[in-house]
């Protein structure tokens, strides 16, 4: 049977993979702990998928409405599915959560995870619906797979959720019952038919076994499922969600902005979104070293500078060039441990692949060790040193009077190769992902250090000698 959903948006049909569990009565059944926006999708997406859920919920209403085959919320197509799954007897639900987990292979942890009143998470509901699935886990026999979907600080399944299961049940997880954190990316208003067609589904697991349960669980609407750590994957839905208010927040920025200018923001953004090379892409979202160059920080001071100009608080864009600056500060405060030692520089330009010194962050982390009197090298293989690049050495010395110094002795302080300015470095600062200087580091002595702000390699180093500016 298809569910013919229908929404604004382009939804798949749910192609229930059939061949995951071959019947029925070896699908897992999963008990929801939480019906709110979050539990009540899944009872009724997972029961149209053929499996047998139990929903739990302190609320009465919450519920009656589920048992009842209605919808507690406001979300399309959620009643239509609940009542189906009442009517099939694949839904029911109850008030005893215990009773749930003890007739269920699997339980879904949806509890609200409201702000608490330092700003952070306030996990009350969390610890006390841990401690009742511990409770039922504790007259268990049978392994058990918890699967959180609460957002959460990371960490907070492995130090909170695990812990009070544990302690409540007497049970050890990995041996009696496994978690997994499987962050919810439904946008509410479309959760249904997201739930069909997942923008990602992401799982960050404690043992193999807790994994395969789960990914089985999704094999139906997503076959390709993203493993990561349980920690990983915590973070994940936090970055996203600060992601989209950040696109919402700087969308509404340049709106101002245009408005103020008499621009229609529309024109400007539809024009912005059409670039899925630079703009809607990957690409300058790595963690990696500061922005400079010729054009970022220029253009970013010159919008803040008309936004000032003509009275539009634009925060967002404002801030950048601070962040930037504490990056910068960042590899300065990682070198502190370094001082008196001999600090190598490979790459110092602003990118690789280019000879253009301007704003290049790497100067403004030499120029800073000078001041304090350290001794510096360098070694980038596009310093060619002559009238051309003389030419750009005077501009930055008078266009960065804090970088003068470096300027005029950057010559006698850049060596021949790579690997000359590794053998004559204690710790070496990297700020250019290139084949050339992967090598170098690579045959570098054993006690000499690397503070990489370019993530040279993907598999990161084990050695204590290096270390990343951001990862
Ligand atoms: N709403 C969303 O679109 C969305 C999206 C992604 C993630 N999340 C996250 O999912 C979690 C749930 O969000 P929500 O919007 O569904 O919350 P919600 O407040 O709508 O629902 C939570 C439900 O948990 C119930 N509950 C609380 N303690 C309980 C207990 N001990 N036993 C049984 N039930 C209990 C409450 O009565 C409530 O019905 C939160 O961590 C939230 O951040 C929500």
Known sequence: MTLGISTAEHVAEPAVNTALFEAEEQKPSISVVGLGYVGAVSMACLSHLGFRMVGV???????????????????ERLGELLDAGVRSRRISATQNLIAAVLETDVTFLS????????????FSFLRQASRAIGQALAMKQAYHVVVLRCSVPPGTTLDVVVPEIEQASGKRLGRDFGICFNPEFLREGVAVADFFAPPKTVVGASDQRAERTVAAIYGAVDKN??????EAAEMVKYVDNVWHATKVAFGNE????????GIDSH?????FVKDLKLNLSPYYLKPGFAFGGSCLPKEVRAVSHIASALGVDVPLIDSLMATNDRHVEEAVNLLRPFRGKR??????????????????????????????????????????????????????????PAQAKLMDELQTMTLASADDLVAASDVVVVSHATEEFRAAIRSRSPDTHVLDLARLFKDLPKEATYQGIAW
Not at 61 to 75: L, R, S, Y
Not at 111 to 122: E, F, L, N
Not at 225 to 230: A, D, E, R, W
Not at 267 to 271: F, G, Q, R
């Open 111 to 122: 509890v609200g995870t409201p702000t608490s009143k330092d700003g952070g998470c306030d």
């Open 343 to 400: 600090i190598g520089f490979l790459g110092v330009t602003f990118k690789p692949g280019t000879d253009d010194l301007r704003e290049s962050p790497t100067l403004a982390v030499m120029a800073a060790l000078l001041a304090g009197g350290e001794t510096i090298k360098a070694y980038d293989p596009n310093l060619h040193f002559g009238p051309l690049l003389q030419g750009q050495i005077d501009y930055v010395r008078h266009a960065v």
């Open 267 to 271: 024109d400007v953004m539809n024009i």
């Open 225 to 230: 499922v993203i493993y990561t750590s349980i």
């Open 254 to 261: 340049v709106g101002r902005l245009c408005k103020k200018l």
């Open 57 to 75: 919920d302190v609320s009465r209403d919450k519920v009656d409405a589920i048992g009842a085959g209605t919808a507690p919320i406001v979300e």
